[in-house]
Every structure is written in structure tokens, then in C-alpha cells.
């Protein structure tokens, strides 16, 4: 079933007898969320393996998958629980201890709820960048892989999430291949290109770049593209820093690499300002832009990409400044919807086949753990008719007659373990099709 938070109000009922059981979404995203309010679900890559092991045991979670990009906060999991109020109080409760009763509603009124088949079908549309922001923004299927290897290599997953995912990304890669819904993609940061070209900036600009990130080394790549030279790129680690400025170390470009903390004191100038970091707290706070400023008093264009934002809103509010954020980009987004309506469609399809060859999948995997124990039980069974039941009788025989019955309890062994097997999985196939 898939449900607005807000005690359970029905969005999309499924009551398909093929569901895959157990699998619910929690999401927050840019459809029913400010980007502002996501920022209170954003956990800090420093702690987050921590907290989510935390999570995970205080709310009895089978499996667990945080996924987090800059419009949307989604937790995956895999469970034997009810997701209804009471769960997500006590989910969100452990979450944020610190979380009182009002931000713990919040939380609960805010949250998308996706069971099920619906759960299945709305990660598969995150991934092809369906349920995204900008439409055809081929960055979601890397995130919601990065997002998973992650927390697999953390042990929050197992082996349900691992075949959720690995059919959520093929699907979406058959999206991608087979319409035209990723053709001309309009990106985040593609989007906050061309609002930067619409301002005419000059090639000669300085720029001043927060953040050594994929989404901040995307947007260097079409800045430098197009002629711009003059970055100076700041990061926590300054190592990656220099890597994304070595990237770019062209003929004729002057980029250089600064740890984070020398940002306040950089007196070089700026026109441009761009920042995109994991930073839970504001890093362009009133004091730092106006060390930056050095006095300067023309305008300065900001572009924040950030989640939650880097930029803190005494500066715009302060300043002579024209900002470009993640609100701002909102709107040509939804232009990008109407104009790809028909590959929508086309894409919906491949989703709907998607989650059929999913469902023989899944159940064939449930038929094969189940089934685990067989092999041993067959061989504790063989191994007691020898030793016990008719250890009498076998001790009478010859060698060579031993032989040949150890041969034949060999071979029937064998095949008690795999023919179950075979029907099994025809079965199985048989009834998905029906």
C-alpha cells in the first residue's frame, strides 16, 4: 500500500497477491517537502554508518537502506513490523533522540509511506529519475547505488534488499536505454548552468568553489567547457581538492586547492561563488562572506546546490547578491516534466514489466532460503539409516557390497536435494504466470 504520513490516509492501494512482503519506503521529498524541512532527515557522512546501526536495533529492522540526495531523504527497510503512526512515532523517536513530540509529528505528517509492490515500483521510478526533481537526471542511479553499497558494507542490508536493488537499477537501466527519457538531460547542476549563462558571466570570472564533491566536479566540467579558468576550489580534505583541481589542470587555467578552514581568510576576490558540501551546519556564514568580501562591493552570484544549504540566509538577506538555490531551480524543473510526459509513459511500462520479473525473482530466492536446510536434514537422515537403523544389516555385508549401497545412498542423496529444488522453481515460474 503506499500512504501519506498524517495517520495513515491511503494514496495507492495494492492488494496484489504477487506483493512482495515486508519492504516499506519512508520518504521525504521535494514533492511534499520544503527543501528546507528535508534538511532535518539529512545525516552527516562523518556518523551516519553509527546512527543507523543505531536505528536499525532500536526499531527491530530486519534490514536497513538510507538514501539521500538533494530532494529527497528516503529510508529503506526490510521488516516484520506495521508501518502505521504508532511505528513511525517510535522510528523518528529513535532517529533524532533529541527530537521533541512537535518534530516527531512533523516527521510522521510528512512522510510517504510505500508498501509492497508500491515500494518496489517507487524506488525503481527514483532510480530513473521519474520521481526526481529534473526529470531524465541519469545522477539518481549512481546515488541510490553508492547509497546501498554503503550501508551493505555497514551490514544494515541483506539478502531481500540486495535483490530489491539489483532489480531497481537494471530496470532503470532499461529506461534509460530504451526511451528517451535521460536524451538532453536537464540536471541539477545542468539547470544551475544555464541560469549562470543567462546572467552572462565573463569567461575571465573568479570563481570560488565550496566543496570537491561529484556534483561541484560536474559543474567545473561544463564551466570549463566553455572557457571559464579561474577556480579555487576549498574542501574539508584537501587532498580531494587538489585531485578535482589536478583534474582540470589545463593550459591557461589557474586552479588551486585550499583546506576548508582557509576559507575566511582568502583574500584573493571573488564573482562567483559556488557550493555544494555534506555540511549539516551553514558554511558561508555572515562573518565568513564578509572576509571574502574584502571590502568588494560589487554583486556576487551565489550558487547554493547544497542539502541542507551552505549558504546562510543572513548573507542573501544582507548582501548585494543574486542567488541561485535549490528552491530557485524548482521551478524550470517542472518544465522539464511537461516536456518529457510521453517517455514518462513509455517508462511507466518498462517499470510495470520490471516489477513482474521482479516478483518471480523474489519468490524464487524466498523458496531457495527456505530451502537451505535441506541438503543437511537429507544428509542427517542418510547418515542415521547407516550408522543407526540398519546398522546391523550394513555391517553384515561385504566390502563390496557396502560399496555399492554407499554408491546408491550417494546418488539418491544427491538427487533428494536437487529434484525439490527444480519443482520448486516450476512451480513457481508456472503460478507467476498465471
Known amino acids: 500500500m503506499t500512504w501519506a504520513g498524517g495517520y495513515g490516509r491511503y494514496l495507492q492501494p495494492n492488494f496484489s497477491n504477487k506483493a512482495v512482503k515486508h519492504l516499506s519506503v519512508i520518504a521525504f521529498t521535494h514533492k511534499t517537502t520544503s527543501l528546507k524541512d528535508l534538511s532535518r532527515f539529512f545525516l552527516h557522512e562523518e556518523n551516519q554508518d553509527e546512527r543507523l546501526q543505531k536505528l536499525k536495533a532500536l526499531t527491530g529492522l530486519t534490514e536497513l537502506l538510507y538514501i539521500s540526495t538533494c530532494n529527497r531523504i528516503e529510508f529503506v527497510i526490510y521488516h516484520t513490523s506495521v508501518v502505521d503512526h504508532n511505528f513511525l512515532k517510535s522510528f523518528f523517536k529513535n532517529f533524532r533522540e533529541d527530537w521533541n513530540e512537535s518534530e ?70 532499461q529506461v534509460y536505454t530504451e526511451t528517451k527519457v535521460g536524451e538532453n538531460p536537464l540536471s541539477v547542476v545542468s539547470l544551475a548552468y544555464r541560469k549562470l549563462r543567462s546572467l552572462e558571466v565573463p569567461v575571465n570570472a573568479r570563481f570560488i568553489v565550496i566543496g570537491a564533491g561529484e556534483t561541484n566536479g560536474n559543474l567545473l566540467k561544463y564551466l570549463a567547457k566553455h572557457g571559464y579558468k579561474n577556480f579555487s576550489i576549498f574542501n574539508r580534505t584537501v587532498s580531494k581538492a587538489e585531485q578535482l583541481a589536478e583534474s582540470f589542470n589545463i593550459s591557461g587555467q589557474t586552479i588551486k586547492a585550499f583546506a576548508l578552514d582557509e576559507l575566511a581568510s582568502f583574500k584573493n576576490g571573488f564573482d562567483v561563488l559556488i557550493t555544494c558540501t555534506s555540511s549539516p551546519q551553514a558554511i558561508v556564514t555572515g562573518n565568513v562572506y564578509s572576509a571574502l568580501l574584502n571590502n568588494d562591493r560589487e554583486k556576487k552570484i551565489l550558487i547554493d546546490l547544497a542539502l541542507p544549504a551552505d549558504v546562510h540566509h543572513e548573507v542573501i538577506s544582507g548582501n548585494d547578491v543574486q542567488y541561485i538555490g535549490l528552491h530557485e531551480l524548482k521551478k524550470e524543473a517542472e518544465q522539464n516534466l511537461l516536456d518529457r510526459e510521453a ?43 547407516m550408522t543407526d537403523v540398519f546398522a546391523t544389516e550394513i555391517n553384515s555385508l561385504d566390502e563390496r557390497s557396502k560399496e555399492v549401497l554407499l554408491n546408491v545412498m550417494d546418488y539418491m542423496e544427491k538427487k533428494c536435494i536437487s529434484v525439490p529444488m527444480i519443482m520448486a522453481k516450476e512451480i513457481i515460474l508456472s503460478t507467476s504466470k498465471m
Do not use: W
Request: aromatic share 4%; net charge positive.
Open 104 to 173: 516527531i509529528s512533523f516527521a510522521v505528517k510528512h512522510a510517504q509511506v510505500f508498501e509492497n509492490d508500491a515500494a518496489v515500483r517507487h524506488l525503481m521510478e527514483v532510480a530513473s529519475s521519474l520521481d526526481s526533481m529534473v526529470v531524465g537526471e541519469r545522477e539518481i542511479i549512481t546515488q541510490v547505488r553508492n547509497a546501498y553499497d554503503r550501508c551493505k558494507q555497514a551490514g544494515l542490508t541483506g539478502d531481500s534488499l540486495r535483490l530489491v536493488i539489483k532489480n531497481v537499477i537494471t530496470t532503470a537501466k
Open 343 to 385: 517517455e514518462v509513459k513509455a517508462a511507466g511500462r518498462i517499470i510495470d514489466e520490471g516489477i513482474e520479473e521482479f516478483h518471480g525473482q523474489f519468490r524464487t530466492r524466498k523458496v531457495e532460503l527456505k530451502m537451505r536446510e535441506v541438503p543437511q536434514k537429507i544428509r542427517e537422515i542418510k547418515t542415521k539409516a
